[in-house]
């Protein structure tokens, strides 16, 4: 039997301007001895809160998103609702909970900075029954966010 923590990476495989073809392959290098990691990769949007849920009732306690800010979002919200625990490794457009929180940008630092010891927590804001981790916006920041959200480009240039 293993002594390893069981840990599930949510990776969001369109997430950010450039594509991650080898991104479990960064991950497994990264990982060292600790962990005994699951690769999961979302297919829609909601899919990353669900394999979250679906992962927790099979024992793992441990979630890292592997995206931008809505994968990030979905897994946090999840984890946040089950007790499990997160992290993330940042690559998305905007990253910006990742830049807040101090986590590198870089994947490879961004994994080797995963410690199961080294917890932090945060804040967790609500709105209407919807959570939030970093940011909220209303209004037109609202309406801008919405249209991004569906745009298939990523980036400063699409935002603005």
Not at 64 to 79: F, N, R
Request: glycine letters at 12%; one cysteine or more; proline letters at 3%.
């Amino acid at each position: 039997m293993s002594n390893k923590t069981k840990i599930a990476f949510i990776i969001n495989p369109i997430a950010g301007r450039r594509k991650h073809h080898n991104i479990v392959k960064v991950l497994k290098q990264g990982l060292g001895d600790v962990w005994k990691p699951l690769f999961l990769e979302t297919q829609y949007s909601g899919h990353a809160g669900e394999l979250v849920l679906e992962h927790v009732a099979r024992g793992v306690k441990y979630f890292v998103a592997v995206g931008g800010d809505g994968t990030v979002s979905e897994v946090a919200t999840s984890v946040f609702k089950s007790g499990a625990k997160m992290g993330i490794i940042p690559c998305g457009s905007g990253n910006g909970l990742a830049r807040t929180l101090k986590i590198p940008l870089r994947i490879d630092k961004a994994v080797a900075a995963l410690n199961p010891q080294k917890l932090k927590k945060i804040d967790v804001g609500t709105i209407n029954e919807h959570y939030f981790f970093c940011t909220c916006g209303v209004g037109f920041d609202a309406k801008v966010g919405r249209k991004f959200a569906k745009q298939e480009t990523r980036g400063l240039r699409t935002y603005v």
